[in-house]
């Protein structure tokens, strides 16, 4: 059942909602992630809410806060730079694939550069990942430094005339201040040769408000342009996700919806909001 549902069929037919209504949804934003500054601003909006249109009025209300900054992925140059990048285990690597997928998809070409040089294992992965999806992957010798991996990987697709290079990177912890300044020479070294057009912050779905304390250290350590909210076949309702794009206003580009390369969509806000009506 949707997030709204069961708080719109107690509103239909009645002028105001009782104080008790109120409480409950205030429950449900919050049990949803929305978070506690987004659920008060939506609460104080919703208040002036009649029963009659009380669904139509609390879909805008949400749509409202939404982001209006553009989800369509930067177009395809030669090549067009995607910097991935997100804290440990959020998906990082499996979203590289699932985006290079889509795109090759899309007819396409790419090359990837795995930048997280930290494990071998991460390599592997990628690497693995590629071949799968039938595209070069960039790899360094094992501990290079990851920004001469990304430059290596870039300068590749450039040579090649490639449309994207995607940059898989190691999760950091968004407090670690060294990790995160490190983010800032990877995007100086490819800017050497070809500006970063896009860097977007992997965010899992599941993780709650932490979710958006991340992309708020994130933002301050590298310029994000969007987000991959990764994870969202839980059970989880990803309210996170609104509160993100409300409070930071950086726009979802992405979701993943499952561990396979086709769990993995555009982001579609209508799609998402009926998603917390039905
Ligand atoms: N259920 C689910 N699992 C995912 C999704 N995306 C990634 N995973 C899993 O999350 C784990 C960590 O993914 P990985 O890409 O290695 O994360 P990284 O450390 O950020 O690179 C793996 O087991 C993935 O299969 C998703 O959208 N849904
Ligand atoms: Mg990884």
Excluded: C
């Amino acid at each position: 059942m949707g997030l709204f549902s069961r708080f719109v069929a107690k509103l239909k037919g009645e002028s105001t909602a009782s104080a008790l209504d109120w409480d409950e949804l205030t429950t449900e934003l919050l049990a949803a992630d929305l978070g506690p500054i987004l659920t008060e601003q939506v609460i104080a909006e919703a208040k002036k809410i009649k029963g009659d249109d009380a669904e139509s009025s609390l879909r805008d209300i949400l749509h409202s806060h939404l982001s209006k900054k553009a989800r369509e992925l930067a177009p395809p140059a030669s090549p067009s730079v995607i910097l991935v990048v997100g804290v440990n285990g959020v998906g990082k690597t499996t979203s590289v694939a699932k985006l290079a997928s889509y795109l090759h998809q899309a007819s396409h070409s790419v090359v990837l550069g795995a930048a997280d040089t930290f494990r071998a294992a991460a390599v592997d992965q990628l690497a693995t990942w590629g071949a799968r999806v039938g595209v070069e992957v960039i790899t360094g010798k094992d501990q290079s430094e990851p920004a001469s991996v990304a430059f290596d990987a870039v300068k590749r697709a450039t040579e090649l005339n490639r449309h994207y290079a995607i940059i898989d990177t190691a999760g950091r912890l968004h407090t670690k201040n060294d990790l995160m300044a490190e983010l800032g020479k990877i995007k100086r070294v490819i800017e050497k040769s070809v500006p970063v057009t896009e860097v977007l912050l992997v965010i899992d779905g599941t993780t709650g408000q932490n979710g958006l304390i991340q992309a708020k250290l994130f933002s301050e350590a590298v310029e994000v342009t969007g987000l991959i909210v990764t994870k969202l076949d839980g059970s989880a309702r990803g309210g996170v996700a609104l509160a993100i794009e409300s409070q930071l206003d950086l726009p979802i580009k992405f979701i993943g919806t499952g561990e396979g390369i086709e769990d993995f969509a555009p982001f579609d806000s209508a799609h998402y909001l009926d998603g917390l009506f039905s």
